[in-house]
């Protein structure tokens, strides 16, 4: 388990470039100032999309957020629209990180919030989306993870209406849940318990928390209702850019690291590598 303390800077580390947000502007804000999410936005060289990203966390309204912003080392323009924002961010951060996971976890360790949220450049709150999932929480105490329904657009103009989890799917699918950037909130002390995001998976390390988190029985999960739309989520991620041999690898790495049993392992490789064989065929017939 990868477990972490919270910290309030990331000023005192050897690969911090620069900060801002009003929270390092109030003093004693982080005493008096007791956040119902951390909304967490990693972003490197998105300065096409971080507004619309960020302005669909700053425009909820009353539901007492504490946004964090974690650029990594962006040249393009991304940081100066961030610095636009800065009374409305509670902390912004630019650092060479060593990943998409990595600057994820430097989010968590400033999380403060008791529902964390994870929202990458480029992905959108809907109006209102996060007055629903506060409402998932409070009216369940024993809730400890919640998926929000999520439109989710692929290349080619394709979308999907992505909605719910499945605990015994992931056992041999890891399509067994809405999506991790903008439909997936957890309590910040089940995140504790789980740890941080394993940086040894460069591309599916959510794959491999989702596993954690479903297989543990003693944890709550739900879902939204289908009709509540909480996110909506732009085609073109880092995953759809690692390479399908990369991907399948790594996936199957985690099921190994896991315990999984390595003959169901084996398994699901052949039926991935089946269905990737036909596909593959069946364009070539198009």
């Known amino acids: 388990m990868n477990n972490y303390q919270n910290i309030n ?14 929270r390092n502007k109030k003093k004693n804000l982080t005493n008096s100032f007791k956040p119902f999410f951390s909304i967490i936005t990693v972003v490197k060289n998105s300065s096409d999309s ?3 990203t960020i302005k669909s966390v700053i425009d909820q309204k009353d539901q007492n957020i504490e946004y964090i912003v974690i650029d990594g080392n962006s040249t393009d323009g991304t940081l100066n629209k961030i610095k636009s924002y800065d009374d409305k961010i509670s902390y912004w951060c630019s650092i060479k990180d060593k990943g998409i996971y990595d600057a994820m976890n430097y989010g968590l360790r400033l999380a403060s919030g008791q529902i964390i949220g994870i929202l990458n450049s480029g992905d959108i ?3 209102n989306s996060l007055k629903i999932v506060k409402n998932y929480f409070t009216q369940n105490q024993n809730l400890s993870f919640l998926f929000g329904t999520v439109e989710r657009h692929y290349l080619n103009n394709n979308l999907i209406l992505k909605s719910g989890f499945n605990r015994n799917r992931i056992k041999y699918n890891f399509d067994s849940q809405t999506c991790h950037s903008s439909g997936f909130f957890i309590k910040s002390n089940v ?3 789980i740890g941080l995001y394993n940086t040894k998976y460069i591309c599916s390390s959510d794959y491999d928390f989702f596993y954690k988190i479903f297989l543990d029985k003693t944890l709550v999960g739900e879902s939204t209702a289908k009709t509540e739309l909480i996110g909506i989520v732009q085609a073109g991620g880092f995953s759809s850019k690692y390479g399908f041999w990369k991907r399948l690898k790594e996936e199957l790495q985690i099921r190994i690291d896991n315990n999984q049993n390595l003959l169901l392992v084996f398994i699901i490789f052949v039926n991935t590598l089946f269905k990737y064989s036909f596909k593959k065929l069946f364009k070539n017939f198009i």
């Open 50 to 52: 971080i507004t619309s």
């Open 191 to 193: 995140q504790k318990k």
């Open 125 to 127: 709150y809907t109006k």
């Open 9 to 22: 800077s990331l000023n005192n580390l050897e690969n911090f470039i620069e900060e801002g947000g009003y």
